[in-house]
């Protein structure tokens, strides 16, 4: 059985005093240790923040991005190894904001894949496609291009243990739009990711932990999480609200699926 996994992207959003309430907030919920693994992706400013508080406990924190070199003269950027000096256990790759707002290629996503795989970090690497691509029909053909660009990454994992690498459906239209694929939507796209990993790694594609991101809700998260294919969320909106996240935690836990 898959583990489960809630994750709450905070995007850039907000301060100190309020990355310090979210988190011991969570904390003070009182969540199973392990089960959901939670890991928060605060922006990088309040990676220090969130470790001062988390140290210690079951959860777990991310970077939302990083750069493929590890140290250099790339003003603005943050490697794979400063996000390992903050603590950083995780993470996100290829965020849907990330290719359409600045570019990433399929090309760019798998070296910085590469970069965190190479320091030791878990990638949570985000795959899906827009509203006019499903529209026209393309919804397999665009997540076949971004899986097959990973096939580097991926042929790579598959071992005796859990992988070293985590994927995130996240149909574009359903992100901050409050348009939730329907758990068939969902359970259709992920179990066709499982089959595009299983072409290349059979042995990977059954451990593979695959989120769903889009609108997850309080209110929607145990039917997306029942899906048999959907082994977690990638919280956008909802992450922000200590509440509401927290019922989304309790939700994968009630799924009944341990480390
Ligand atoms: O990384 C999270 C996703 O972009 C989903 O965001 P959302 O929950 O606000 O739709």
Redesign the pocket.
């Known amino acids: 059985m898959r583990p489960i996994m809630v ?1 709450g ?1 905070w ?1 850039m959003h907000g301060l100190s005093a309020d990355a310090q309430h979210l988190t011991q907030s969570i904390l003070d919920a009182g969540l199973e240790p392990t089960v959901p693994e939670v890991v928060l ?1 605060p922006p990088f400013t309040l990676l220090h923040t969130v470790s001062q508080v988390a140290k210690g406990t079951a959860l777990r924190w991310g970077g939302q991005n990083l750069f493929w070199e590890n140290q250099g003269a790339y003003t603005g950027e943050i490697s794979g190894s400063m996000l390992r000096d903050m603590g950083c256990r995780y993470v ?1 790759v290829g ?3 990330r290719r359409q707002l600045f570019g990433e290629t399929d090309a760019v996503v798998l070296r910085k894949a590469q970069a965190a795989l190479h320091t030791g970090l878990i990638p949570v690497i ?1 795959v899906g496609e827009t509203g006019d691509e499903r529209q026209e029909g393309k919804t397999n053909a665009v997540l076949r291009r971004q899986i097959e660009a990973l096939t580097p990454v991926l042929e790579h994992q598959g071992g005796g243990h859990q992988p070293h690498l985590v994927l ?1 459906y ?1 149909p574009v239209w ?5 348009l ?1 694929a329907t758990p068939e939507q969902a359970e259709e796209a992920h179990a066709f990711i499982r089959s595009l990993v299983a072409e290349h790694t059979p042995a990977l594609a059954k451990k593979l932990l695959i989120l769903y ?5 309080a209110n929607n998260a145990a039917a997306l999480f029942a899906a048999e294919d959907i082994d977690g ?7 922000l609200q200590a509440g509401e996240f927290i019922q989304i935690c309790r939700a994968a836990h009630s799924v009944g699926r341990g480390v």
């Open positions: 994750a992207n995007k992706f996100l965020h849907s904001e985000c995130a996240e359903a992100i901050g739009t409050g939730t991101g889009g609108s997850v809700k969320g990638l919280v956008g909106g909802a992450s």
